[in-house]
């Protein structure tokens, strides 16, 4: 726009826009002038800079000084201009290095330009030999001077905090930090948090490198090793750079190294299902300072104003909770991880019959992976101890354990045999019958057991079934008598259960046919079973009845418990779902006959599913049944009361 087109949209001579513009306008009406103003000011006309001070007419164009580094740079950027568009303002940008003059430069050729406001990314006051304009500054990662007015901040140093405090509350008392240079002052927030703690100065291992390769040539190996539970990497590419070298060494993440970024970004989202990061206020800050800015432009505002901003942490999936280790609710989990073949027909065949499949389903399974994920879903601290065929069903497998919850660290791949697998047929009430190939399972033993004994240390419970060796159950068994660990078992897949194994088992989990296996005699009823069984050294007997409940056997109760009104269509998974909420309400410090009611309920809904863990009950879904649980205990404990009470007991 020229002042040629200004006088065309006036309506006057261009003597008539110079005369007003240059204040010789004492022979031109008062209409005439507010008429040239208004146009002026509309078309952002403005070539003489005393005259639109004179007259207090605004730029509508704002000054952003940004130093080349700023890890924030493309952000900052598009949050300013979006404010400021949606303000009908816009941004001219000059991109400067960290020294002071040239951002002093960069000021004065913006004040040159007309601009009628600046915002400087800078931790100190500039100053600048032109006249005034309004500045706000924006300020990261460092103490201001405390003459900077006008500040608009958040500190890299706050942010470290936030990671570290993070990590420690999560139990990761010993980490590694792999940092680009830049994050310098972000490190001295982590390691102001470990220092006030009292931990050594070891605790945090770190390495600030110069470039991608120099982290990759020397900070890997340093930040990454068995003494440290966790990692804070800079930046994405560091995270990339973390998994690459986590996946040639071995090492599980998160099991066995949780993953924290000190920036988060979008792609993060995508990795390992989301990394955990600490998030920066950069849009927020750059809204606000905008904001400000223009108050002080448009309505004149003297105000003077410091504000921070909190980073926030990004809670995804790389972070794992380790502070409960030790604690009454861990449960190691010793047994079978298998790919089931689920096959549902009208009837369950017979020798030399043939009969047509309705159904197949492929799903991850086994008595020990089905217990674990069983644990994880529900809340419960699950341990797995197992073994793995080194192939796509393997993997499976695997996924499945960690997307539940599952610590992973007892789980070894087998470089010989394949992944356990089981055929299971399922006639049309749901009854089952299995067919188990041991694969991989069978070589789970008392060495893998011995390489993992730690997880068995602080363990308040062992599940453990029959679907392994006899070797590595007395070798399970053993290492739980050492430990002081009690053991549920499931008596499964067994041709014989001798008394080696019996003895000194905790909690005794058959059903009706195993317990019949277990003892043939016809003659002898399920209470006399169960006293046998009493004597040979088993404390707790707890024998599932399907939909006709469950009967309890120990020195103090001999009680039966009435069934659930669940509709069974596929009983495969209900002793599994009610082990592992059993193991749960125990190590919740619940009362056994309270955990048999818990187990009996999460038992009823995973037969109303097909398959078993994607069927079982995650806590939420328990909660439905609370008050139900609760009045069915109540009601089992008065008629016990009153039974005693009468001398039936």
């Known amino acids: 726009m020229n002042i040629q087109e200004i006088a065309k949209l006036?309506?006057?001579?261009?003597?008539?826009?110079?005369?007003?513009?240059n204040g010789k306008d004492k022979d031109i009406g008062e209409e005439t002038r507010e008429k040239v103003m208004r146009i002026v000011e509309e078309n952002h006309y403005m070539p003489y800079a005393k005259f639109r001070e004179k007259e207090r007419i605004v730029n509508h164009f704002i000054g952003l000084i940004i130093k080349r580094k700023n890890p924030y740079y493309t952000e900052l950027i598009d949050s300013i201009e979006d404010a400021l568009k949606k303000n009908d303002f816009y941004l001219i940008v000059y991109t400067v290095d960290y020294e002071k003059k040239e951002i002093e430069r960069a000021l004065d050729a913006l004040k040159k330009r007309g601009v009628s406001g600046v915002l400087i990314d800078s931790s100190c006051v500039i100053c600048s030999n032109?006249?005034?304009?309004p500045i706000v500054y924006l300020a990261y990662g460092e103490d201001f001077e405390n003459e900077q007015k006008n500040t608009f901040y958040f500190r890299n140093y706050e942010a470290g905090r936030r990671a570290a405090e993070k990590l420690?509350?999560?139990?990761?008392?010993?980490?590694?930090?792999?940092?680009?240079e830049s994050d310098r002052v972000f490190l001295k927030g982590v390691k102001s948090v470990y220092r006030e703690q009292h931990y050594p100065k070891e605790a945090v291992t770190s390495y600030l490198g110069k470039s991608m390769e120099d982290v990759i040539e020397n900070g890997l190996e340093i930040c990454i090793n068995d003494n440290q539970s966790a990692v804070?990497?800079?930046?994405?590419?560091?995270?990339?750079?973390?998994?690459?070298?986590?996946e040639q060494i071995g090492m599980k993440i998160p099991e066995e190294c949780s993953l924290l970024c000190a920036k988060d970004d979008d792609i993060l989202n995508y990795l390992?299902?989301?990394?955990?990061?600490?998030?920066?206020?950069?849009?927020?800050?750059?809204?606000?300072?905008?904001?400000?800015?223009?108050k002080m432009i448009i309505e004149k505002q003297e105000s003077e104003i410091v504000r921070g901003f909190e980073s926030m942490m990004q809670e995804r999936n790389t972070v794992r909770d380790i502070s409960r280790k030790g604690t009454f609710g861990k449960i190691a989990v010793v047994g079978s991880m298998n790919m089931d073949s689920i096959i549902e027909g009208v009837l369950i065949p017979l020798a030399g019959e043939t009969v047509i499949a309705k159904n197949l389903l492929i799903l991850p399974g086994g008595k020990g992976a089905n217990q674990a994920v069983g644990v994880g879903k529900l809340g419960g601290?699950?341990?797995?101890?197992?073994?793995?065929?080194?192939?796509?069903?393997?993997?499976?497998?695997?996924?499945?354990?960690?997307?539940?919850?599952?610590?992973?660290?007892?789980?070894?791949?087998?470089?010989?045999?394949?992944?356990?697998?089981a055929f299971v047929h399922i006639d049309k009430n749901g009854e089952n019958a299995i067919v188990v190939y041991q694969g991989a399972n069978?070589?789970?033993?008392?060495?893998?057991?011995k390489r993992h004994e730690d997880i068995f240390k602080d363990a308040k419970y062992c599940l453990l079934s029959s679907e392994i060796s006899r070797a590595a159950m007395i070798a399970a068994k053993e290492i739980c008598r050492t430990t002081g660990t009690e053991i549920i078992c499931k008596p499964s897949a067994i041709e014989k259960i001798e008394e080696e194994i019996l003895l000194g088992i905790e909690y005794l989990v058959p059903n009706e046919k195993e317990m019949n296996h277990i003892f043939p005699e016809r003659k002898m009823s399920m209470e006399e079973k169960a006293e046998k069984l009493l004597k040979l050294g088993v404390k707790n007997i707890i024998v599932t009845l399907g939909k006709s409940g469950a009967y309890l056997k120990n020195e103090k109760y001999s009680m039966y418990f009435?069934?659930?009104?669940?509709?069974?269509?596929?009983?495969?998974?209900?002793?599994?779902?009610f082990i592992s909420a059993m193991a749960v309400a125990l190590s919740e410090r619940k009362e056994l006959i309270y955990a048999i009611i818990y187990a009996s309920y999460a038992a009823g809904i995973t037969v109303t599913r097909y398959g078993v863990q994607e069927a079982m009950p995650d806590k939420k879904m328990m909660r439905i049944y609370q008050e139900d649980i609760e009045k069915e205990y109540l009601k089992k404990m008065e008629e016990y009361k009153n039974e005693k009470n009468t001398g039936a007991w």
């Not at 006036?10 to 513009?21: F, H, L, R």
């Not at 560091?238 to 998994?243: E, S, V």
């Not at 599952?406 to 010989?416: A, K, N, R, S």
């Open 10 to 21: 006036a309506g006057v001579s261009i003597s008539t826009v110079s005369k007003v513009m």
């Open 130 to 133: 032109r006249e005034e304009r």
């Open 168 to 180: 420690l509350k999560a139990g990761h008392q010993r980490i590694g930090c792999l940092l680009s």
């Open 232 to 246: 804070i990497a800079g930046n994405a590419e560091i995270i990339g750079c973390i998994l690459r070298y986590a």
């Open 272 to 294: 390992l299902g989301g990394v955990t990061a600490v998030s920066y206020p950069v849009r927020r800050m750059g809204e606000e300072a905008v904001t400000h800015l223009l």
């Open 381 to 421: 601290e699950a341990y797995m101890i197992g073994r793995l065929g080194r192939d796509v069903e393997g993997r499976i497998i695997y996924k499945s354990l960690a997307d539940n919850g599952v610590h992973m660290e007892g789980i070894e791949f087998d470089e010989c045999a394949a992944s356990g697998k």
């Open 442 to 449: 069978e070589n789970l033993d008392e060495i893998q057991l």
């Open 562 to 577: 009435e069934g659930n009104p669940f509709m069974a269509i596929d009983t495969t998974g209900g002793a599994d779902a």
